[in-house]
């Protein structure tokens, strides 16, 4: 079973920035699409970036593109999402995903790491 932990979170002011880090573990093979969804109190869930493993397809959310930055790291088993110029409304549960070895679909997720930007 896949395990994802996430760390890096922590309170900044706006126009900071923070990394995120998550290290995934358990698996057989390993999961073909990671990515970083974010959910606010009062808020829908929202994937705010995501990476094909395999290829490096990446995909940014309208809000961050520009702002955020997901690499990965294949032999530490890591991927990082940098945020710079952060915002107050990035505030939220940041949470790391991971599809399967054959699926885009994620069904593994970490536990969730708060991050809080102050105007």
């Known amino acids: 079973q896949v395990q994802l932990v996430e760390s890096g979170g922590g309170s900044v002011e706006a126009g900071g920035s923070l990394r995120l880090a998550c290290t995934v573990s358990?698996?057989?093979?390993?999961?073909?699409?990671m990515g970083w969804f974010r959910q606010a109190p009062g808020k829908e869930r929202e994937e705010v970036a995501g990476?094909?493993?395999?290829?490096?397809?990446?995909y940014y959310a309208d809000s961050v593109r520009g702002r955020f930055t997901i690499s990965q790291d294949n032999a530490k088993n890591s991927v990082y999402l940098q945020m710079n110029s952060l915002k107050p409304e990035d505030t939220a549960m940041y949470y790391c995903?991971?599809?399967?070895?054959?699926?885009?679909?994620?069904?593994?997720w970490g536990q969730g790491t708060q991050v809080t930007v102050s105007s």
């Open positions: 995903a991971a599809s399967g070895y054959w699926s885009t679909h994620y069904t593994s």
């Open positions: 358990g698996y057989t093979r390993y999961p073909s699409h």
């Open positions: 990476i094909f493993a395999r290829g490096g397809s990446i």
